[in-house]
């Protein structure tokens, strides 16, 4: 997997606790580079003007946005985990 993988999260959200569980069981933490959207207000600027809304969980993917939890473990579990 050689896409840059940036996770916009929130810890207190329960579909950001969702994608960093599947993350945490598919062994990729380490692939996936987390900005926490309340800590670093850079981060929360560029995912409502890139993403378009200020939604979490989103995984930019070479910098395209991917909302809704489910799609985004979805895309974990079929593309990143078997990459290698
Ligand atoms: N269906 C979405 C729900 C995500 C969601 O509601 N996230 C909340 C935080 S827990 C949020 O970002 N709310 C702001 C908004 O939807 O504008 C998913 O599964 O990812």
Known sequence: MNKQLDLYYFPSCPYCRRVLSAME???INDKI???NIHQDR???QRLVSVGGKRQVPCLFIDGKPL???ADIVAYLEDTVAHAG
Do not use: M, N, P, Q
């Open 33 to 35: 580079t987390l900005y």
């Open 67 to 69: 909302y809704e939890s």
């Open 25 to 27: 069981r598919l062994g």
């Open 42 to 44: 850079d981060a929360d």
